[in-house]
């Protein structure tokens, strides 16, 4: 929902702290822009950081890492 412009999130998700967010693509339902009304797959999870990085004014690769520390904490696995 964060690639929707209606959906309400974009200035809440400005203020979440980096280290509690993790993305997901809520497949197969909610597929993000540009590709809304067609199947959703996991491969469209960059468009959805990419939003997150432009919402936050960061690198996408700082996303990137945040997003893939914390998922791996949440899921009890190794760490990068």
Known sequence: MLT???AGIAETVK???L???VLE???????PIPF???????AYI??????LADLREISL???????TQNAMKLFQ???I
């Open 77 to 79: 696995m190794e760490t």
């Open 15 to 17: 203020k979440v702290p």
């Open 36 to 42: 809304r009304g067609k199947r959703n797959e996991s």
């Open 46 to 51: 960059k468009i959805i950081a990419q939003k």
């Open 61 to 67: 690769n700082e996303v990137e890492l945040a997003t």
């Open 19 to 21: 280290d509690k967010i």
């Open 25 to 31: 693509t809520d497949a197969p339902f909610l597929t």
């Open 4 to 6: 929707y412009k209606n």
